[in-house]
């Protein structure tokens, strides 16, 4: 959390981006035209050159309408920076040593080139960057050591080897700053990359176990209700009691599909929020064979579910689910059973009936299979699911016991 930052850290920003990195430059649409930056740049070269000129007079030529050109020329090109960054820092430089050559103050002029160089190199356009102000360096010293005799202010004598290494010394600044942008720059861009793709990543298992959990509860309460609603139907003339019954069950059944259901699309519209119910585990599994009794399965456990966590806990109930589902759905049996075996790394689930199959899908090839094993897989478990030989068929889910419940 940024509230939770390790003291004497690097700022949010530097780690994340600033806000408006993400405009630069970036994607099909032409970048905007800084016309508030460039206005503000201009007008602080123009008057900051002005106090540089008071503050050099003698030693520099004054300004005149020529110099103030250039200056301008230098803070107007800034205008398409973003856009042609190349062409911006030559022609900077370029303005930059004419004025300079002409013997007029230095001065806030050169804070042009920087802010161009640094343009230049976050673009990456490093060599052009790096070229255009090794021209301007070497244009100066070859003025400032050769040149001056010939060119303004008169009298001028060379310049000492010391202020050329501060001004260096200043270039190579520039461009090691403009550098460490860039670098950082990439690495943002890559951890944007990285989070949006985690982002896809969550968004699609989410939606594979919002998938999972519609199907497995529909798809039980669907075939319980089926079949109840085919005793309504033969019973209703015969025997209205038994219809009543089978009525009841319907309405049951339904109301607590649509109470899952409903829970499924609450953490759809509130992300994040904790769920009204908790989730379903083996502690249920007494109400799985309640219900399968109301669809005319007889079921039979055997064995007792040990402490899981909550995740394995609920891919087990709804492995056992969809395997007696699919035992109601597609199995001419009517009895199955469920065994409940673990040790100290795995649980083991077998779901058996005895056949025969009513249908040309009853090997379970469907969606269900899928989600079981989807189920099984994510926890780094296996489910097996074929014909017995002695006729029937058989699930059989190992899951690993990673955690317990009471941790």
């Known amino acids: 959390m940024d509230e939770q930052r390790v003291r004497g850290g690097p700022p949010q920003w530097w780690r994340h981006g600033p806000p408006w990195w993400g405009r630069w430059g970036e994607g099909a649409r032409a970048p905007r035209w800084p016309w508030r930056s460039t206005v503000v740049v201009t007008v602080f070269v123009l008057v900051g050159s002005n106090f540089a000129a008071h503050g ?64 230049a190199i976050i673009a990456g356009h490093r060599w052009a960057a790096w070229a255009a102000i090794g021209t301007l360096w070497a244009g100066h010293v070859l003025v400032a050591h050769w040149l001056y005799q010939w060119l303004p202010p008169s009298g001028d004598s060379a310049a000492s080897w010391s202020k050329e290494i501060v001004v260096a010394t200043w270039v190579v600044a520039i461009a090691a700053v403009s550098e460490l942008f860039r670098v950082r720059r990439e690495q943002w861009v890559r951890e944007r990359a990285e989070r949006a793709e985690a982002e896809r990543r969550r968004a699609d298992e989410e939606r594979l176990r919002i998938a999972q959990e519609l199907h497995d509860v529909l798809a039980h309460s669907i075939s319980v209700i089926n079949v ?21 069950t319907i309405k049951d059944q339904s109301k607590e599909a649509l109470g899952e259901v409903r829970q499924v699309l609450d953490a759809l519209r509130a992300p994040g ?61 009517r009895h199955a059973r469920v065994h409940l075996a673990h040790d100290a790394d795995v649980l083991r689930l077998r779901v058996d009936d005895d056949g025969p199959a009513t249908g040309a899908d009853a090997g379970g090839s469907g969606n269900g299979l899928v989600g079981m094993r989807e189920r099984a897989a994510a926890l780094g478990g296996t489910i097996e699911a074929g014909p017995r030989p002695d006729g029937g068929f058989r699930v059989l889910a190992v899951l690993p016991l990673t955690a317990s419940a009471g941790k």
């Open 228 to 248: 109840q609603a085919g005793v309504g139907l033969a019973l209703l003339d015969t025997d209205p009691e038994q219809a009543r019954t089978a009525l009841a």
């Open 56 to 119: 050099q007079e003698g030693e520099r030529a004054a300004l005149d309408p020529f110099a103030r050109v250039l200056l301008l020329v230098a803070g107007g090109l800034l205008l398409w920076r973003k856009r042609y960054p190349v062409a911006v820092v030559f022609g900077t430089a370029g303005a930059v040593m004419f004025y300079l050559g002409a013997g007029y103050p230095y001065g806030p002029v050169l804070f042009t080139v920087a802010l161009a160089c640094f343009s």
């Open 273 to 333: 929020a904790a769920p009204r119910a908790p989730a379903p585990g083996l502690g249920r599994l007494s109400e799985l064979v309640e219900q399968a009794a109301s669809a005319g399965l007889t079921v039979q456990v055997e064995g007792e579910p040990p402490r899981l966590a909550p995740g394995t806990d609920l891919a087990a109930f709804r492995i056992v689910q969809e395997a007696l589902t699919n035992v109601v759905r597609h199995s001419g049996s």
